[in-house]
């Protein structure tokens, strides 16, 4: 049987098209300008001074703008919705200078008194947000937080004019340029929080697609819960002419394998992580778009000292000590992540723990037996919460069996999602779990002052006034060298009453499309937006 040619070109030409490779959504959303993120978990929320999770605060970096801005190479604070800044001699007065024609993405000019207001609630014992201890710099701000002084107007904070924000300190804090960055110090149009009453309550609609306003280089578009979170470019941002992208879509994909998947067939531009198993495979396949960032956090254990039998440091401790961190960093992180001996990263702020916590299992079991537990006798198995993504699990069941074989305890474990995870942690409503703290800026405060009596991040119902009497001392030391010493002496005390066990330091493995640009490596892991553009 023969073929006429023109049958054969029209053959021809059907079986091109049909071969003919789709474009990818990932490639589509180049020429848009769209980037695609993986975030990790669902946020909680989107007000600044609710949220407490890293993923939660990455949304916010699109939304919100601080004074300061924190610069991804160097770590340290530059100049944001604040274009200049002064402190006095004594370090106790600072003066920041506000950009002229600051908007709101309403169109309302954004005031230093906005600042002020936003702060206050911050502040309001009635709102109880986790975060408010990070402003205590400012004068009186513990008080007012606490009840013991009730009037906002004594806390340390003045716009004397419409570009002028001062703020008065209670004691030296010579990093408050890299402070005031933070979301918990992102500014609140206090005008729309009081139409929706959330002024001193959380919780309100404020914070949905269509109500919320911002200040931030994006704004709000869309949010599907378990879906996406959709942010448009603002077109009243101060810098909006240096802003490239036109949206970004955060996806909050919570398991890093079908992360890693939706990356291959071309679904996203970022992935939030990569799992640990594959990093080798990436490194020999396809190192241009494989990324290991340093990332200044800490992995560790949270122990509810109000819960039987963990009230017991000398339980605490044998704990910490049967665990072998470096069996953990090298077999189960397949040296992604470095083990943690201490609870502050090394060179943390030209801060580096002497005190460590060993693998010790001979010193754990004497502990053990001396709390009256003998090879784990009449202990009941302990529960372990852990995050449901790609390590906290696998590192917890190679701890599970640490504690069986070295000391004779049972662990349960239980798997959850980010949002439950947390919520039990803040609630205490667990017995042990797994926890992560990311640094807030470069000094050993961030970690350690977690930990004081009634922390609002501290969450494990320990408290201590010899620990709380360092982390004061430390504040209140005029020379870096006495304030280092202690911060030593918090840590060594941290690590002996073991309210938590240190298990790894963080790093960022992830995957990305050579054609981000902009996307540099950042230490504290929160990227500028406004300067991140795609380029095919």
């Known amino acids: 049987m023969t073929f006429r040619p023109a049958l054969i070109a029209a053959a021809a030409l059907l079986a091109a098209s ?47 703008e601080g004074l300061t801005a924190v610069d991804e190479k160097t770590s340290r604070a530059v100049p944001a919705a604040a274009q200049s800044w002064e402190v006095s001699a004594d370090g106790l007065a600072w003066t920041f200078h506000l950009r002229d024609g600051l908007r709101w993405s309403n169109g309302e000019a954004l005031t230093a008194d906005d600042f002020v207001q936003s702060w206050r609630r911050m502040l309001t014992p009635a709102f109880a947000a986790e975060y408010a201890y990070i402003l205590y710099p400012i004068r009186n701000a513990r008080a007012f937080n606490e009840g013991a002084v009730s009037d906002p107007s004594s806390l340390g904070l003045s716009a004397p004019d419409a570009r002028t924000v001062r703020i008065l300190l209670a004691q030296r804090t010579p990093y408050l340029p890299e402070l005031v960055a933070q979301p918990p110090w992102f500014p609140v149009n206090p005008r729309v929080l009081g139409r929706f009453g959330a002024l001193t309550r959380r919780g309100t609609p404020w914070t949905r697609e269509g109500n919320l306003v911002g200040n931030g280089p994006f704004t709000l578009e869309q949010w599907v819960p378990n879906s996406r979170i959709v942010v448009a470019r603002s077109a009243t941002y101060w810098d909006a002419g240096a802003v490239t992208l036109r949206q970004i879509v955060f996806l909050p994909t919570e398991s890093a394998d079908v992360e ?216 209140e030391a005029r020379e870096p060298p006495a304030r280092m010493e202690a911060f030593q002496g918090a840590e060594a005390y941290l690590l002996e009453e073991g309210p938590v066990a240190p298990l790894y330091f963080g790093a960022h493995s992830y995957l990305i499309q050579p054609y981000v640009k902009g996307w540099t490596p950042a230490l504290l892991g929160f990227h500028r937006y406004a300067y991140v553009r795609l380029e095919q």
């Not at 300008?33 to 939660?56: I, M, R």
Request: glycine share 8%; net charge neutral; aromatic share 10%.
């Open 18 to 64: 049909g071969c003919a490779r789709r474009e990818t959504p990932a490639e589509a959303a180049v020429r848009s300008q769209t980037l695609l993120l993986g975030n990790g978990a669902e946020p909680e929320d989107l007000d600044p001074q609710v949220v407490t999770a890293y993923t939660d605060q990455n949304i916010l970096l699109a939304l919100f």
């Open 260 to 475: 890693e998947r939706d990356f291959r067939a071309g679904q996203v531009h970022v992935t939030y992580a990569l799992p640990v198993a594959k990093i080798q495979q990436y490194r020999r396949n396809a190192p241009q778009r494989l990324r290991v960032d340093p990332f200044l956090q800490t992995f560790f254990l949270r122990f509810n000292v109000g819960r039987a039998p963990l009230g017991d440091p000398r339980i605490r401790r044998a704990l910490s000590l049967a665990i072998d961190r470096d069996a953990i960093a090298r077999r189960v992180l397949f040296g992604a992540y470095p083990a943690a001996h201490s609870f502050t990263p090394p060179d943390c702020g030209g801060y580096s723990a002497r005190a460590a916590v060993a693998f010790d299992p001979a010193l754990a079991r004497r502990l053990l037996s001396e709390a009256g537990h003998p090879g784990g006798a009449g202990l009941p198995p302990i529960e372990v919460q852990a995050r449901n993504d790609e390590v906290q699990p696998v590192v917890m069941e190679a701890v599970q069996e640490m504690w069986r074989s070295e000391l004779g305890v049972r662990v349960t474990l239980a798997t959850l999602e980010q949002k439950t995870w947390l919520q039990n942690q803040q609630t205490l409503n667990y017995s042990v779990s797994t926890a992560g703290w990311a640094g807030d800026f470069m000094d050993p405060v961030t970690f350690l002052d977690l930990f004081v009596t009634g922390g609002g991040n501290n969450w494990t119902g320990w408290g201590d006034g010899a620990y709380d009497r360092m982390i004061a001392a430390a504040a």
